[in-house]
């Protein structure tokens, strides 16, 4: 596997993820007014054509394995419910953002969950046919690295 060097820079600047959305109204009601993810562009073309830009805070791309896909879901869900993707946000308070949520519209899939990673997580199905994670850190990165089945690959 190859690395990048620490003295190059990255080559990277931004992920966005492109989500289709039928009912558009709704899906920008539900991330940006419900979950509360600020507007950082919008933009309407021809035909009706609309999009918006919503921050997201810090990108971050997780490969997980079909493994360990399976082995989240158990933890999370009990049961395999997963999409080959599923969108999630950390946030501070996630009972209070899940309960923010299935109000806004979002289907509660399990409720908050502490998982043996340390985090609070809960499972949604959301607008835009998006099934979604809120995840609240219990224990810092570096309390997190000190237990077992933590680390890196490199």
């Known amino acids: 596997m190859t690395m990048p060097r620490n ?19 709704a899906a920008v009601a ?10 950082q562009a919008a933009y309407s073309g021809g035909d009706g054509a609309r999009v918006v830009i919503l921050e997201a805070g810090r990108a971050t791309l997780e490969l997980a394995n079909p493994a360990q896909k399976r082995m989240i879901d158990e933890v999370e ?6 999409p080959r993707l599923r ?7 996630a009972s209070a953002v899940t309960e923010r949520l299935v109000a806004a519209g979002a289907t509660e899939v399990a409720p908050p969950t502490v998982t043996p990673w340390q985090s609070l997580n809960a499972r949604l199905d959301a607008p835009a046919d998006l099934h979604v994670t809120v995840f609240q850190e219990l224990r810092s990165q570096e309390e997190r690295a000190a237990l077992d089945g933590f680390g890196t690959d490199a």
Do not use: N
Request: charged fraction near 35%.
């Open 7 to 25: 003295d190059q820079p990255p080559t990277v600047r931004q992920l966005r993820l492109v989500v289709e959305a039928d009912d558009y109204e």
């Open 30 to 39: 539900f991330f940006r007014d419900a979950l509360g993810l600020p507007e």
């Open 77 to 82: 869900v009990g049961r395999q419910v997963a």
């Open 87 to 93: 969108i999630a946000f950390e946030v501070d308070d």
